[in-house]
């Protein structure tokens, strides 16, 4: 079997290495990856780690892209691609543009599609923006789904896809952790190594298109005002590259000692900062999932959200963007010991760190049919 792995951003390429590396290790199948540099530092960041070699790189980032330019690209990108490789299937992973522009190419050519973390809903269309659409959009043109879980699999089975093609199988998110995090891990960034982390150490991630302008300014305002308030915490900021949050950073915490402005980090150093900060502030999607596998709460930045089996499972909260909610949502996890530890020591819903495993042996089953 033949078997074509397309990504184009960090999130993606953390997920599908578990899956690539798994894939490898069997004898039945050809295994092929294209990235298309939807993001690109990041990205590159990610193969370095797992010592991922694409076969094809399209190579499409450019300054201020926009979602018609990385579909565009990366639609005519493929085409070459999957004419000469012919693939037996192509698989993408979560919601970015770079998944439904890819699943529409391989459905253009009658290529068989596999999704994998099938199943998520926000339930709006516009929130998350565009990954709402674009899971959606992908599922259905996708002949096999793989559902992180039980909630996601009921998603895809309401909204009429037939159950023998969709596979139970949690987060490959979840084992690509195995890989990275260690007691002994030595970052490059000497404020992460100097920072005492048995104080209150918070990460902050905020990044998402339908946070910019006033909710992101209301959510640096809250942060600001429990800073100025509480000598003993500690804010870690790894901004992201988009101009539109590197600017409000810089307008809300240039002033502040105690709120640390660095650069992104790869996925090597976030992992093990994750695995010693107290709690995560974030409007991060894989963020959700990979917290609570190292017994760290998350306050969900955002008014929806499509990993909602965290927010059952008490291993986090949606405080949404006004100020005063993220405010006092920050202040509770701080004062509260009970509230704090009945976040850390929930159970992780997105599974046991083998869903690579049980992927590929689904792909290993359809080589018989």
Known sequence: MKVLFVFGTRPEGIKMAPIIKEIQKRNKFECYTCVTGQHREMLDQVLEIFDIEPDYDLNIFKKGQSLTDVTTKTLEGLEN?????????????GDTTTVFAAALAAFYKKIKIGHVEAGLRSGNLYSPYPEEANRKLTGVISHYHFAPTESNRQNLIEEGYDEKNIFITGNTVIDALKYSVREDFVFDDEILNDLDYNKDVVLLTAHRRENWGKPMEDIFKAIRRVVLERENLEIVFPRHLNPIVRDAAEKYFADLDRVH???????????????????????????????????KPVLVLRNETERMEGVEAKTAKLVGTKEQDVYESIVSLLDDKDLYDEMAKAVNPYGDGHAAEKIVDVLEEMIWF
Request: avoid cysteine; charged fraction near 20%.
């Open 81 to 93: 691609i999957l004419d000469e490789l012919k693939p037996d299937i192509l698989l993408v992973q």
């Open 261 to 295: 402005l660095i650069e992104p980090l790869s996925y090597l150093p976030f992992s093990n900062l994750m695995a010693r900060v107290k709690f995560v502030v974030t409007d991060s999607g894989g963020v959700q999932e990979e917290a609570p596998a190292l017994g």
